[in-house]
C-alpha cells in the first residue's frame, strides 16, 4: 500500500481525520520517550549492590555506585545515603516522590488519548451518516455514491479511532505496570535501608 493510497483513505475519512491523526502522532512520541526512559533506567540489581555496600560500611562505595545509575532505586538510596547522618527518611520520601512524577510522567496523555480516539471516531461515524442522510434526503437514492461516500467516512473514522486506542493501550498498561514495579523496588530497598542506618538490619 502507497503513500498515496493511505492519504487517500484518511483523506475520506473527513475532518475528524485531523484530531486523530494527531493522537496517533501525540501517542507515538510518548510510547518512544518513555521507552527511552525505561531502557535507560534499567536497574539491573543496583539496589542490592548499593545496599551490600553500605552494609560493609563503605559508604562512599555505595554513594558512587548508586549516582552512577539513572535507575528511580538508585536515585532514592543515593538520597538515603547522602543523608544518612540525619534525615534520611524525609530524603528518601521528598526523592521518591519525585521519582514517582517521573515514572508517571506523559502516562495522563496516553490515559486521554485511549479515551479520546473511539470518541473521535464515533463523531465522525455520526458527521457521515448525517451527511449520507443528507444526500439521500436530497437526491432521494438517485446518487448511491455520494450516499456509500458518506457511510465510508463514518468506518474509517471509527476504524481509526478504534485502532489508535487499541494501540495505545498496551503501552499505557505496560508503562503503568513498570512504574507500579519500581515504585515497589524503591520502597522495599528504602526499607532496607532505613533498617541498616538504624542497627535493624544485620550488616
Known amino acids: ?20 491523526l494527531a493522537c496517533s502522532v501525540l501517542s507515538l512520541a510518548v510510547v518512544l520517550e518513555r521507552a527511552w526512559f525505561w531502557w535507560r533506567a534499567r536497574a539491573a540489581g543496583i ?9 560493609a560500611g563503605k559508604w562512599e562505595d555505595a554513594i558512587e555506585h548508586a549516582c552512577a545509575s539513572p535507575s ?8 538515603g545515603l547522602a543523608y544518612r547522618e540525619a534525615g534520611a527518611t524525609l530524603a528518601m520520601e521528598a526523592a521518591a516522590r519525585h521519582e514517582v512524577s ?27 451518516m448525517i451527511g449520507a442522510f443528507g444526500v439521500m434526503a436530497t437526491t432521494g437514492i438517485n446518487q448511491p455514491h455520494a450516499i456509500t461516500g458518506g457511510v465510508a467516512e463514518a468506518l474509517i473514522a471509527t476504524a481509526a479511532g ?3 486506542a487499541i494501540a495505545t493501550l498496551p503501552a499505557y498498561n505496560y508503562f503503568l505496570a513498570r512504574a507500579e514495579r519500581a515504585l515497589d523496588e524503591v520502597e522495599r530497598h528504602g526499607t532496607r535501608l532505613e533498617l541498616l542506618l538504624t542497627g535493624g538490619e544485620p550488616r
Open 1 to 20: 500500500m502507497t503513500v498515496s493510497v493511505v492519504v487517500a483513505i484518511l483523506a475520506k475519512g473527513g475532518p475528524v481525520m485531523i484530531p486523530l
Open 47 to 55: 539496589g542490592e549492590r548499593v545496599l551490600q555496600l553500605a552494609a
Open 72 to 79: 528511580p532505586q538508585a536515585r532514592v538510596l543515593t538520597a
Open 102 to 128: 517521573r515514572m508517571r510522567r506523559a502516562l495522563p496523555v496516553l490515559d486521554t488519548i485511549i479515551t479520546l480516539s473511539p470518541l473521535l471516531g464515533l463523531l465522525g461515524t455520526v458527521t457521515g
Open 162 to 164: 478504534l485502532g489508535i
